[in-house]
């Protein structure tokens, strides 16, 4: 008997089992893990957005089934405490002129009298994390001094700030463009000019640029005091960063350098049983504080998941960077 109800036992369980099997092959399994994996880079974007109190982006390639987050991931950092301009990721100065002195931003500064050619530069040109062709942030705390202005930082050739004698600043930089053979060639500088007055002798203030793909924005003290509409590839820069320039150099004290360059941050390709239904969005912006960007978005995001049955799940991004 005891063998009997072995084999019983097992003719049972190997029924169950291959009914169950049948039942499982007929669940579709991306449905719902495609539609939470869409929810989830679309998220990581938004919290970049609010970590970072920058700008961010989700990118959409309907054709090739991908969406993207892409935010600023800080690339380079400098304090100007030692000798060695020593900065984040390794990444030291080699200074042809200047000063450090004790009374910088935080702690030390690095000071120019804007007399005499001088200046330091940091060899960041060569490195993958300079990448900065989708978008790049460039934030210093800068003490302006002496009669005249002078460059205050370039970021090889392809963006930098500089300083008016009246306190105007200027932010700029180089978009790639296509030549009559379709290779890429540096661009007319696009300029964000903030007035005269905007930087105060004496007085410490934050300097930052920032480009995104749409907007070069230039900001002091947290207030965005002019912006230009560009929507290009920033060009290569070629040769390395520099603070002050031997044609040009800036009067003034400098601390607490500061880049970043836009990356994919996360990225997901729908499976082949799921694709993006008509009408999905090509680019969604968050904007510093983790919203949608009212300028580009005027109402909540919707778009649509479509399996392979017709069946369509909706992702829908609120005007607050909620994401259902």
Known sequence: MTLLELLLVMVLLGLVLGAGAGVFTTI???????????????????NSAVAKSATARVRIDAAAGTIRAEAIELVGTWRFEDE?????????????????????????????????????EFPVQDLASFELSEGFSLECAVRFEGPG???????????????????????????????????????????????????????????????????????????????????????????????????????GVVDDLVIGAVSASEEYALPDSVRFAAGAPSVIRFDAGGYLDREVHTEAVSFSLEHEDGALTEIRVGLYGTVE
């Open 149 to 251: 202005g002078g460059r205050l930082v370039s970021l090889g050739r392809a963006a930098g700030l500089e300083v008016g004698s009246s306190g105007a600043v200027r932010g700029w930089m180089v978009p790639s463009v296509a030549d009559s053979t379709g290779r890429p060639r540096p661009g007319g500088r696009i300029a964000a000019d903030a007035p005269p007055g905007t930087l105060k002798r004496g007085d410490w203030q934050r300097v930052r640029l920032e480009y995104d793909r749409r907007r070069l924005r230039l900001s002091v003290d947290g207030v965005e005091r002019a912006s230009a509409l560009h929507d290009a590839p920033v060009w290569q820069l070629e040769v390395p960063l520099q603070i002050s320039d031997a044609q040009m150099p800036f009067s």
């Open 84 to 120: 060695r301009l020593s900065g984040a990721f390794g990444i030291d100065g080699i200074q042809r002129g200047g000063e450090l002195v004790e009374h910088g931003f935080i702690g030390k500064g690095l000071a120019f009298s804007g007399s005499r050619a001088a200046w330091v």
């Open 28 to 46: 579709d399994t991306g449905r719902r893990a495609a539609a939470g994996a869409v929810r989830n880079v679309i998220r990581s974007a938004r």
